[in-house]
């Protein structure tokens, strides 16, 4: 919020929209307010995803474009999938009690199911987001400093 009252002399006026929003959704969806209704993966994505985005791209341009949009867009569609997976990985890490089961293969091989193999593929499909995200954001990088 500081950061961006200064903007509001270094880059323009129309900060304060952002201020104004940011500190509203920070607010709105930490503590839960309005019956959580604001706490939803919909908020998430856009409020965590998107927003920052287009904060960082205007407080940067001092004006929105398409560019800003797509990577807002982007920004968003990687935070709800990141939420899908950490949702119910969270479920299973703090409110299950024990998992009992076994997967029986066309082959008839059986494998216990457990809390760690449910798990597993949540946890690789997250770390795997990490990295891409990682990934994306040097070679944004080098694009801005190396062009073409």
Not at 69 to 94: D, E, H, V, Y
Not at 113 to 123: A, C, K, W
């Amino acid at each position: 919020m500081v950061l961006g009252v200064v903007g509001l002399f270094l880059v323009s006026a129309y900060l304060a929209f952002f201020i104004v929003v940011g500190v509203a959704i920070a607010l709105s969806y930490n503590l839960e307010l309005f019956h959580s209704r604001w706490h939803s993966d919909v908020v998430f994505a856009l409020g965590w995803g998107a927003f920052p985005v287009l904060t960082a791209y205007f407080a940067q341009h001092g004006t929105l474009g398409v560019s800003a949009l797509g990577a807002a867009a982007f920004a968003a569609l990687i935070s709800q999938t990141q939420r899908q997976l950490s949702t119910p990985a969270r479920t299973i890490r703090r409110r299950t009690s024990s998992i009992e089961g076994q997967h029986v293969m066309l082959d008839g091989t059986v494998e216990p199911i457990t809390d760690q193999s449910m798990l597993r593929p949540f946890e690789r499909a997250l770390t795997s987001l990490c990295w891409a995200t990682v990934v994306l954001a040097v070679a944004l990088t080098y694009l801005r400093f190396h062009p073409h």
